[in-house]
């Protein structure tokens, strides 16, 4: 007996037939998929050609809400393959290759945002905003020492946290107090405008985290046109500035703490060039003069940790003002 007929016998419904005559239905959630797959391509062209806003939009939301889509295609197509064999056919091979490579692309952090802002450099004198040693957790141009780098308004941001002998903290670090950033004095790296302030939210303990907050308590500067500096992250009922306030450089505005969008304590600091947030791009910020790892830096972007928790990124601190 020939293989063609052993098929057909245990083929009663004529599904071999079928197969065998091309009726492969491109099936709704196939179209769907490429179709997402078509968007998704799209966001990624428009977030490349650096448009400002539009392709901030296009990366920080579109392309991670194109990937969040496609769990329910995917599920969809599963159940269909599932309850209408046979399961392989080319157009729902042709569906799932589209669905994973959009999941992917909308979930995998593969490449530093791309931002209209990349040439942009500023004439303005910014110190470290802290004096004694710090550690930079997070910062710099590259995705390894910088996570930051994956998000318009956060591409050029830092973290810091104060270290001793070593150290960001005493015995296990399961207590605010035990942390040396918790109430460490934040001090303005440059002066300006502040335009606003957020000091209310409440100091979460370390491995917790606000979800719906992304900045916690902070500061917001106006600099220079189209310049406007972030601190986040600060202690609850710390901010000695309000809104309106003319801050003078190296003058104390508030103290680190763990509010927001943070696990440890620490402070974050970045530059935009908008007040709004999240969508605005983040302009290069550099420091002048100080030192990082015993050498003196004219100018530089202090280097983040290659493992945040390791906390092995420049120690760096303020030369003078």
Request: proline share 6%; glycine share 10%.
């Amino acid at each position: 007996m020939s293989e063609t007929r052993k098929v057909q016998e245990q083929d009663p419904r004529g599904l071999y037939e079928k197969l065998k005559s091309g009726d492969d239905r491109w099936e709704i959630w196939v179209k769907l998929g490429m179709g997402l797959f078509a968007l998704q391509i799209g966001a990624f062209a428009v977030a490349y050609l650096r448009l400002g806003e539009p392709s901030v939009i296009a990366h920080s939301m579109l392309i991670s809400l194109f990937g969040v889509l496609t769990m329910p295609l995917m599920f969809w197509g599963l159940i269909r393959a599932l309850f209408r064999p046979p399961v392989w056919r080319l157009s729902r091979t042709v569906g799932f290759a589209c669905l994973l490579i959009v999941g992917f692309l909308g979930n995998a952090s593969l490449f530093p945002a791309p931002v209209s802002t990349a040439d942009w450099s500023s004439d303005t004198v910014y110190n470290l905003p802290f004096d004694g040693p710090w550690v930079t957790l997070a910062g710099g141009d590259s995705i390894d020492r910088n996570y930051h780098a994956t998000t318009p308004a956060h591409r050029w941001g830092y973290d810091f946290a104060p270290v001793v002998d070593g150290e960001r903290y005493q015995g296990d670090g399961s207590e605010l107090e035990q942390h040396y950033c918790y109430g460490a004095s934040v001090l303005a790296p440059v002066g300006g405008e502040v335009i606003r302030v957020l000091g209310a939210e409440r100091d979460q303990q370390p491995g917790e985290h606000d979800p719906n907050n992304i900045l916690g308590n902070h500061i917001v500067m106006k600099i220079d046109t189209d310049e406007f500096l972030f601190m986040a992250h600060l202690k609850n009922g710390s901010l000695e500035v309000g809104s309106g306030d003319m801050v003078e450089r190296g003058q104390k505005v508030a103290e680190c703490g763990n509010s927001g969008r943070t696990q440890t304590p620490h402070l974050h600091i970045h530059l935009q060039n908008s007040s709004d947030f999240p969508i605005a791009e983040s302009l290069p910020l550099r420091f002048d003069n100080y030192m990082a790892d015993g050498e003196l830096i004219d100018r530089g972007m202090p280097l983040g940790s290659l493992e945040y928790e390791a906390a092995d990124g420049e120690v760096v601190q303020n030369v003078g003002r």
